[in-house]
Nanobody
Framework: QVQLVESGGGLAQAGGSLRLSCAAS????????MAWFRQAPGKAREFVAA????????DYADSVKGRFTISRDNTKNTVYLQMNSLKPEDTAVYYC??????????????????WGQGTQVTVSS
C-alpha cells in the first residue's frame, strides 16, 4: 500500500523559505515520477514541480521556476520541495503525488495515482 506523508508546511514571511518533505512508502519508488501540486482557496489544484526518481530530471511551473527546487533522497525514500523567495500568492495546501514512470514527466492531476494528505503553506506579506 502506497503512502505519501507530507510535512514541513507552516507560516513564512514574503521573501522567506520553507522546505516541504514527502515521505514515501509501500513501493520501490525508483520507477516512479514524483510531483508537488498546490491548491489555493477557491482555486483548482495546480502543478508545481515534478521529478523522475530514477533519472533525476525535473520540471517546474513557470510561476515557481528559479525559486523552488524539487529533489529526492534515495536513502530516506523522501522527496523535497525547497521553496525560496516566497510570495503571498504561494499560499496554498501543497500535495505530494506519485505515478508510475512510463516515460516523461507529467503536469496533470489525473496522471497521478497516489496522493498525500496535504500540508498548509501560508506566506504573509
Amino acid at each position: 500500500q502506497v503512502q505519501l506523508v507530507e510535512s514541513g508546511g507552516g507560516l513564512a514571511q514574503a521573501g522567506g523559505s520553507l522546505r516541504l518533505s514527502c515521505a514515501a512508502s509501500g513501493r520501490t519508488f525508483s520507477t516512479y515520477v514524483m510531483a508537488w501540486f498546490r491548491q489555493a482557496p477557491g482555486k483548482a489544484r495546480e502543478f508545481v514541480a515534478a521529478l523522475g526518481w530514477s533519472t533525476g530530471s525535473t520540471d517546474y511551473a513557470d510561476s515557481v521556476k528559479g525559486r523552488f527546487t524539487i529533489s529526492r533522497d534515495n536513502t530516506k525514500n523522501t522527496v523535497y520541495l525547497q521553496m525560496n523567495s516566497l510570495k503571498p500568492e504561494d499560499t496554498a495546501v501543497y500535495y505530494c503525488a506519485a505515478a508510475y514512470d512510463y516515460g516523461g514527466l507529467r503536469r496533470y492531476e489525473y496522471e497521478y495515482d497516489y496522493w498525500g494528505q496535504g500540508t498548509q503553506v501560508t506566506v504573509s506579506s
